[in-house]
C-alpha cells in the first residue's frame, strides 16, 4: 500500500439512479470492517511485504511460500465475524481476497496457490460471502492486482524483492492481465452481490489497463462501488493509516497516502465538488495477524478517528487480522465491541451524516445531517462550548447520551452553551443542534 496519483476519471457522474443509491448507501455507512488474513498469518508476518521487502520480518521468501502447507484455521466461524461487525456497528465488511503474494482465499480455477490446497481446504470466501448474506452485511472484496506469484506478473525465477513492482513490459504481461480478468469473473458471478471492489494497486496503476477492469466489472454487477487504486479515480479515494487534514474535493488531486493532503480544505465545498473517501487504519501495527504487535490504539481513540471522518463527509475502515486458528484476537473484539457500546448511543450522529459546517473546532468535531448539526466534544472546556460562524439559528440542543435538553444562548452566529450539568463520554460527548 503505497502513494500513487489519482487520476480524474471518476465514475460517479451521470451515474443511473441505482448506482447513484449504491454510493449513498456507502457514504452513509460511515463505519466497515477491513479483514486482512491467509496463511501469513501462521508466521505473526506482514502480508506479502516479508518477501518484497524482506529484512525484519524473519522469514525467507521459501518459508513464506511454504505456509499454506501449515495452514488450517479450522475455528474460522463466519457467522461470527459478522455478528462481531453488528456488534460493533459496522455496516459493511471488506475481506482480502488476494493480497500481493498471490495466494488466493477463494476457490479459483486458475491457481493451485489457494486456500482450498492447504490442509483447512474449505473456500473462505464462501463462506464469507453466506454469512454476510444471512445477516444482511454489504460484502466486498479486496483483490490485488500485484501478484509475486503469477508468472506474468513478474518473473518468478527472481527472488520477489528485485521485481515486486511488475514487470509490463515483458511479452507475458498481456496473459496476467487476462488472469486478473478470470479471476474478478469468479469472483463477481459466484459469491453474490459484491458492495465494492477495493483494488489495492501500489505504484504506477495505469499498467493495470483500470478502464478495462472498471467495465468488466459494471458489465457483471452494474451496482458494485470501485476504489481508486488501479488507475482511475473510481467511486471514492482511500488515505491509509491517516485521516485528511479537510474536506476531499473532486476538483482536486487527492493521492493514498499523501501527508500534505494536496486537495483537501479546512472549508464545506461547493455543491457537487465534494469527493467521497474512506479511510482504512489498523487497530494496532499490522494488517495482519502478529503476536507480537501490542501496539494497540484505544477505544477512546478509535471513537474519535470515526468522528473524524465522518466530520470530513468520510467513512472509516478499521482492519482486524484474525489468527492463524480464524478467530478474532480478544483485543480487537474489547475494542469493536466498546465502539459498538458508544455506537449504540451515538450512531445518529455518525450514520447518514456528512461534513459539519465547523471544521477547525479546537475541542471536537462536527456533523450534519438534514436540519440538524451535531457536535462531538472530545476535550469538555471548563466553563462553556463557543460554537462560532454557525451558518443557521439554532432551535435547540439535546444531548444523546440522555436526551435532555440542553441550555444554549446565540448571538448572530455565535452560540454559547454552558458545560454545567453535562454528562461527559470518555469518548465523545455528542450534542444535537437542531436549526430553525
Known amino acids: ?47 506479502s511485504w516479508p518477501i518484497m521487502r524482506p529484512g525484519a520480518w524473519g522469514i525467507s521468501e521459501a518459508d513464506y511460500r511454504a505456509l499454506p502447507q501449515r495452514f488450517n ?12 461487525a453488528k456488534r460493533a456497528g ?57 501478484d509475486m506469484n503469477h508468472p506474468g506478473f513478474r518473473d518468478t525465477s527472481r527472488l520477489s524483492s528485485t521485481n515486486w513492482q511488475g514487470e509490463p513490459a515483458r511479452p507475458e ?22 458492495f465494492l471492489v477495493w483494488f489495492d494497486g501500489l505504484g504506477n496503476q495505469r499498467k493495470y489497463a483500470g478502464r478495462r477492469f472498471h467495465d468488466l466489472i459494471h458489465s457483471i454487477q452494474p451496482l458494485t462501488l470501485i476504489n481508486n487504486r488501479i488507475g482511475l479515480t473510481g467511486d471514492y479515494v482511500t488515505p491509509e493509516q491517516r485521516l485528511p487534514k479537510g474536506i476531499p474535493r473532486k476538483s482536486s488531486e487527492v493521492g493514498n497516502t499523501d ?70 484476537q480478544p483485543e480487537f473484539v474489547e475494542r469493536l465491541e466498546g465502539i459498538g457500546a458508544w455506537m449504540r448511543v451515538n450512531g445518529e450522529a455518525i450514520y447518514g451524516t456528512t461534513y459539519g459546517a465547523l471544521q477547525s473546532l479546537p475541542f471536537g468535531r462536527m456533523t450534519a445531517k438534514g436540519g440538524v448539526m451535531y457536535l ?36 448572530g452566529g455565535r452560540v454559547r452553551i454552558p458545560v454545567a450539568g453535562l454528562k461527559v463520554d470518555p469518548y465523545a460527548t455528542v450534542l444535537e443542534l437542531a436549526t430553525r
Not at 489457494?114 to 479486496?142: H, R, S
Not at 504481461?173 to 459469491?191: A, C, I, V
Open 173 to 194: 504481461w498481456p496473459l496476467y492481465l487476462d488472469y486478473m480478468d478470470l479471476q474478478l469473473r469468479e469472483l463477481l458471478g459466484r459469491y453474490g452481490d459484491v
Open 73 to 84: 484455521p479450522v475455528e474460522f466461524d463466519a457467522a461470527s465475524w459478522v455478528r462481531l
Open 90 to 146: 459496522q455496516r459493511y465488511m471488506v475481506f482480502t481476497t488476494k493480497h500481493h503474494d498471490g495466494f488466493c482465499m477463494f476457490d479459483s480455477d486458475y491457481t493451485g496457490y489457494k486456500i482450498t490446497n492447504t490442509p483447512y481446504g474449505k473456500d473462505v470466501v464462501a463462506q464469507l460471502a453466506a454469512a454476510a448474506k444471512a445477516e444482511a452485511m454489504p460484502l466486498g472484496f479486496y483483490y490485488s492486482p500485484p
Open 376 to 411: 462531538h466534544v472530545f476535550d469538555m472546556p471548563a466553563d462553556s462550548i463557543l460554537l462560532d460562524g454557525l451558518p443557521a439559528r439554532i432551535k435547540s440542543i439535546r444531548a444523546l447520551d440522555g436526551l435532555t435538553q440542553v441550555r444554549f444562548t446565540q448571538d
Open 1 to 47: 500500500m503505497l502513494l500513487v496519483a489519482v487520476f480524474a476519471i471518476g465514475t460517479a457522474a451521470g451515474q443511473p439512479d441505482a448506482q447513484a443509491e449504491r454510493l449513498k448507501k456507502f457514504n452513509d455507512a460511515k463505519f466497515g470492517m477491513f479483514i486482512h488474513w491467509g496463511p501469513y498469518s501462521a508466521a505473526s508476518v506482514e502480508a
Open 259 to 328: 501527508p500534505n493532503d494536496k486537495g483537501v480544505f479546512s472549508h464545506p465545498p461547493a455543491p457537487g465538488d465534494f469527493q467521497p473517501w474512506e479511510t482504512c487504519m489498523t487497530i494496532n501495527g499490522t494488517w495482519g495477524y502478529n503476536r507480537n504487535d501490542q501496539r494497540y490504539k484505544s477505544t477512546r481513540d478509535l471513537v474519535r478517528a470515526l468522528v473524524d471522518a465522518a466530520s470530513k463527509g468520510g467513512n472509516f475502515l478499521l482492519n482486524v487480522g484474525p489468527t492463524p486458528q480464524g478467530t478474532i
